[in-house]
Structure formats: C-alpha cells, structure tokens
C-alpha cells in the first residue's frame, strides 16, 4: 500500500473558491485508478496537503495523467502547480 502526498498552496483571495472547486469533483478524485482514501486539509491562508491512499495502479502513468488534469482545473487559483511524491506505508495505525 503506498500513500501520495501532495503539497499545494492556493492564492489566499481563492480559498473559499478553491475549496467549493474541490468539493464539486470529489466524485472525479475518488474515481481515480487506485485510489481507497482521500484526506484533504488547508489552512486559511491555502496551505494544504492532499494525502491520498493509494494501490499499485494509483503509481501508474494513467493515474499520473488523470491527477494532472484534475490539477489543471484548478490552475486559476493554485500559486504553483503542485508535486505528488509517493510513499511506502509503514504502519497504518487506527483506533
């Protein structure tokens, strides 16, 4: 299992547009190939995180492709075009 981590910060005049943007393609996110969990934070000033668990088809070039393009829909209100880095699970600790 493998977990995609992706920093991103949004223009601070965009966050409440960003996020309503966000929560319009939850269905798009979730349907990405090999995604299971999808855990999305930002502060108020649009710092945040995607945290995303992953399976092995999460990692492929489909994947990859498909994570751009719902990037790109948010060109208008990112600073930078965020990086994804994938991790190992190590430990997967829950109560």
């Known amino acids: 299992m493998q977990v995609r ?3 991103f910060k949004m223009r601070p005049e965009s966050v409440g547009d960003a996020g309503g943007r ?3 393609l939850r ?12 855990l999305i934070v930002m502060n ?3 710092a945040g995180h995607v945290i995303a668990q ?4 999460g990692s492929s070039p489909e994947a990859v492709d498909g994570l751009r393009a719902i990037w790109r829909k948010f060109h208008d ?3 930078t ?15």
């Open 22 to 24: 966000m929560r319009g």
């Open 27 to 38: 269905d798009e996110i979730l349907g990405q190939p090999g995604m299971r969990q999808c």
């Open 77 to 79: 209100y990112l600073e």
């Open 54 to 57: 992953i399976d092995e088809a």
């Open 44 to 46: 108020p000033d649009g």
């Open 5 to 7: 981590i992706t920093r």
């Open 81 to 95: 075009v965020p990086d994804p880095e994938i991790y190992e699970v190590v430990a997967d600790w829950r109560r």
